[in-house]
């Protein structure tokens, strides 16, 4: 192999700081692997025993990943605070904490696939085991690979590696290392190697980003500047609810602007973001996200107690607030210091001749900042943490898939497997789904914007997970056979509407207007979502009704219905009041921030 280039904005200083950050990764990793057992629960659930600041860390630095880094401040930089709505979710995590986690510490389960097996039936956990891992090939996997490639191209553009048959730019480059970085600390030390170092991740990453918005607004001139130079629309979520036109190609009524252009009229955020889809879609994704999600709920269910496993929840939640003033408005700075002209670098980057943003370069906005704005040394600091959110996400989701294809499909074929045996198909399993994720990667090159592609799959493929388990748990007449069938369906209408997605995102190909795929691709995906989520809880509980009602001794405990007495009693022994009052102050500053961003 011949030909490497590096040309970098990092200086000595800069790359000492990142080896540590690599050294000390790999040195709790080696603790794990002294202390780990070849077992089940030590692999996959860190043998259930993990602290509540722990869970709340690994949850923290899971959920805060590729998306973020690269598509959340992307979105800041082209659609100001629109997007927080989905970062304000952290309520969803004291749902999670004071609803669920009672439910999944009784059931000692490895696995959200396998609470659903007891209480509704072994097909659906396969069902529901099949759908996750789609969903984490076409989300989680392939777009955090992908975010790692657009943070190296950033930062080193002219790094590129001549095979002889191919070169391989700098995207591609960050791509393969970041797998191999992070598959190498997941697959050795499983779900303990993942939790430890993702609180070591979450320090480092709050830091580089607290950093990034300092020397980013110092830059600018200040908050005031910010709010001035990007304007009250970037910074209100609460656009107001009337007809507007934007430009686009679906509308219930077809209209025509002066300049001959079709445009559309909506209830909206944005171009993408609907206002009623973001009101009534948005929280079905977050609930289902936060609460029924394997990559999500497995640090959780390493816990050693519901104690522990919902104050790990409420910890996570405050963790949670911090993407807003740590990734939307890094990118609204980005998008400031560029329309101003104060970064002449990141402005012939983020704007074309013309002087209009050029969206597809926006999902590089946090690395530009870091790379012009940053001086030496704090600039190693902010990428250790960069490298952090992507590594800690990627670990998460590698973790999570391989504990679901062997607890939920390779364990039921072979029931004699031994400890070993598990524990090792776990770890070939995180490989093959590596492989995977790196072939879908052209999709999501050639399509929208990262956040966008992130947050269309999962709004096609959450409404049924939501309802099972949502509605499984509030209603115990539900029965398995209504939950399966909400799954083929639900599932059914997703696969349709990202099959008829994906050929306009990868191939440039253009449906016929009016045609009925035309429609279906442009109909905005909340909208589809909220269709989903309607038939589905329709099927299931049709389907329930008509037909016989569930052993409810056999789903005891597993629903408000079906809770004894002393189930309860032990639940509320191990909450105190300080949990409430954390609770309730997650709330109120939530609803602060609501406030703050009117416009």
């Not at 040309?7 to 540590?20: K, Q």
């Not at 429609?519 to 809880?537: A, E, H, K, R």
């Not at 219905?561 to 009041?577: H, I, P, Q, V």
Request: charged content about 10%; proline content about 3%; glycine content about 10%.
């Amino acid at each position: 192999m011949t030909g490497c280039l590096l040309a970098s904005a990092l200086g000595t200083f800069d790359w000492i700081i990142i080896g540590v950050y690599f050294a000390i990764l790999f040195g709790i990793t080696w603790w794990v692997i002294i202390k780990s057992k070849d077992t089940t629960a030590d692999y996959f659930l860190a043998g259930r025993n993990l602290g509540w600041f722990v869970i709340g860390a690994a949850i923290f630095t899971s959920n805060i990943g590729s998306e973020h880094v690269v598509g959340l401040a992307g979105s800041g930089c082209t659609d100001g605070v629109a997007m927080a709505h989905y970062e304000l979710h952290a309520w969803c995590l004291l749902v999670l904490g004071w609803v669920f986690v009672p439910f999944y510490m009784r059931s000692q389960v490895f696995t959200m696939p396998e609470f659903l097996e007891r209480r509704f039936s072994e097909a659906s956990r396969l069902v529901l085991s099949l759908i996750s891992l789609v969903a984490y090939v076409l989300t989680k996997i392939a777009v955090g690979i992908f975010a790692g490639g657009i943070v190296f191209a950033a930062l080193l553009p002219e790094l590129h590696l001549n095979l002889g048959f191919a070169t391989l730019d700098s995207f591609w480059i960050g791509s393969f290392l970041v797998i191999i970085f992070t598959g190498i600390y997941t697959v050795l030390g499983g779900l303990r190697a993942v939790a430890y170092t993702s609180t070591i991740q979450a320090i480092i990453l709050v830091i580089g980003s607290v950093l990034v918005v300092f020397f980013g607004l110092n830059a600018l001139g200040g908050w005031g500047q910010l709010r001035e130079i990007c304007g009250s629309e970037m910074f209100n979520l609460w656009k107001p609810l009337v007809p507007a036109g934007i430009e686009g190609t679906w509308a219930p009524v077809h209209q025509v602007n002066e300049a001959g252009q079709t445009i559309r009229q909506a209830w909206y955020f944005n171009d993408n973001y609907p206002w009623l889809g973001m009101l009534f879609c948005a929280p079905i994704i977050g609930l289902w996200y936060w609460c029924t999600d394997q990559y999500i709920v497995q640090r959780a269910l390493g816990a050693p107690n519901e104690q522990q496993a919902r104050r790990g929840s409420i910890c996570a939640s405050f963790f949670k607030l911090l993407p807003v003033f740590l990734f939307i408005i890094p990118g609204m700075i980005c998008f400031a210091l560029a329309k101003s002209g104060k970064a002449v670098a990141i402005q012939q980057t983020l704007f074309n001749e013309q002087g209009q943003l050029i969206r597809a370069e926006s999902q590089a906005a946090f690395p530009l900042l870091v790379k012009n704005v940053l001086p030496v040394g704090v600039r190693g600091i902010v990428v250790a943490g960069l490298l952090a959110a992507l590594m800690s996400s990627l670990a998460g989701v590698f973790n999570a898939s391989s504990t679901l294809f062997t607890m939920d499909f390779y364990s039921k074929f072979r029931p004699k497997a031994s400890q070993h045996k598990l524990v090792w198909m776990g770890r070939i399993a995180t490989a093959v789904m590596v492989l995977i994720g790196l072939a879908w990667i052209p999709v999501i090159r050639g399509g929208r914007g990262l956040y966008d592609y992130l947050q269309g799959i999962q709004a096609y493929l959450a409404p049924p997970i939501f309802v099972v388990f949502f509605f499984g748990v509030f209603m115990k007449r539900l029965n398995s056979k209504g939950c399966l069938a909400a799954l083929i369906v639900g599932f059914a209408m997703g696969i349709i509407r990202l099959a008829i997605d994906t050929p306009v995102g990868l191939l440039g190909i253009s449906y016929t207007e009016g045609s009925f795929f035309w429609i279906m691709n442009n109909i905005f995906f909340q909208y589809y979502s909220l269709l989903i989520f309607i038939v589905c809880v329709v099927v299931m509980i049709v389907v329930s009704y008509m037909s016989e009602a569930p052993s409810y001794e056999k789903i005891r405990g597993l629903t408000y219905g079906t809770t004894m007495a002393d189930d309860r009693e032990k639940s509320r022994a191990s909450w105190s009041y300080g949990d409430v009052i954390l609770s309730v102050l997650l709330m109120v500053i939530i609803v602060a921030i609501y406030l703050y961003f009117t416009g």
